[in-house]
């Protein structure tokens, strides 16, 4: 059964840091490009960060470079990212979700609409 399951949200100050992991059963993560997507409360969901499947290339939006770092390990079929310096405007519904590699990362990241698999989502909040 293909699952994909996101977890490590949580409450944290604003300067704070998570780490989120994207983890996979039922089929080989390291095969697909894996997205991380966030909805803010009445806001549209918006992709974070994207790798290419076998980590060529990777992908921030504009709000988050140099703040999250996306990575994988491969010997857990899972993927992670890093959440430095966390701001309020951070807080949203972080998802993951996959795709076949068929799109760069920044067609990936601007597409929610092409991916095969999304995991449920982690809330994080930042907030003192």
């Known amino acids: 059964q293909v699952q994909l399951v996101a977890s490590g949200g949580g409450l944290v100050q604003p300067g704070g840091s998570l780490t989120l992991s994207c983890a996979a059963s039922?089929?080989?993560?390291?095969?697909?490009?894996v997205a991380w997507f966030r909805q803010a409360p009445g806001k549209e969901r918006e992709g974070v960060s994207c790798?290419?499947?076998?980590?060529?290339?990777?992908y921030y939006a504009d709000s988050v470079k140099g703040r999250f770092s996306i990575s994988r390990d491969n010997a857990k079929n899972a993927v992670y990212l890093q959440m430095y310096g966390l701001k309020t405007e951070d807080t949203a519904v972080y998802y993951c979700?996959?795709?076949?590699?068929?799109?760069?990362?920044?067609?990936?990241?601007?597409?929610?609409?092409?991916?095969?698999?999304w995991g449920e989502g982690t809330l994080v909040t930042v907030s003192s």
């Open positions: 979700a996959t795709v076949r590699p068929r799109f760069t990362v920044e067609v990936i990241c601007a597409s929610e609409s092409l991916m095969d698999y």
């Open positions: 039922g089929f080989t993560l390291d095969y697909y490009a």
């Open positions: 790798i290419s499947s076998g980590d060529e290339n990777t």
